[in-house]
Nanobody
Framework: QVQLVESGGGLVQAGGSLRLSCVAS????????MGWYRHRDLVAAISSGG??NYADSVKGRFTIARDNAKKTVYLQMNSLKPEDTGVYYC??????????WGQGTQVTVSS
């Protein structure tokens, strides 16, 4: 059972930046796809090979990255907007279909 713990959320003004981190309790090499979700909507995902996918609303503003050695996935969020507000969850899925979610971190963007 992989535990995922998010951090980095907070309150920021519109136009500001935050970096979210998701640290896994064990190696993330087996997690073929890792992603960030706002509530249950995909924000960004990254495969084990480094391919990325973004929601249209965040393209050009958010960047997802993974560091297997640190067992961590990051979400760099720039030019934040009030509509980016929400609880952000980290998710990891193995090639066998095991599906893991973190507890979430709150992001609030004030106008």
């Amino acid at each position: 059972q992989v535990q995922l713990v998010e951090s980095g959320g907070g309150l920021v003004q519109a136009g500001g930046s935050l970096r979210l981190s998701c640290v896994a309790s064990e190696s993330i090499v087996s997690l073929n796809v890792m992603g960030w979700y706002r509530h249950r909507d995909l924000v960004a995902a990254i495969s084990s090979g480094g391919s990325t996918n973004y929601a249209d609303s965040v393209k050009g503003r958010f960047t997802i990255a993974r560091d297997n050695a640190k067992k961590t996935v990051y979400l760099q969020m720039n030019s934040l907007k009030p509509e980016d507000t929400g609880v952000y969850y980290c998710r990891g899925v193995t090639d066998r279909g095991n599906d893991y979610w973190g507890q979430g971190t709150q992001v609030t963007v004030s106008s």
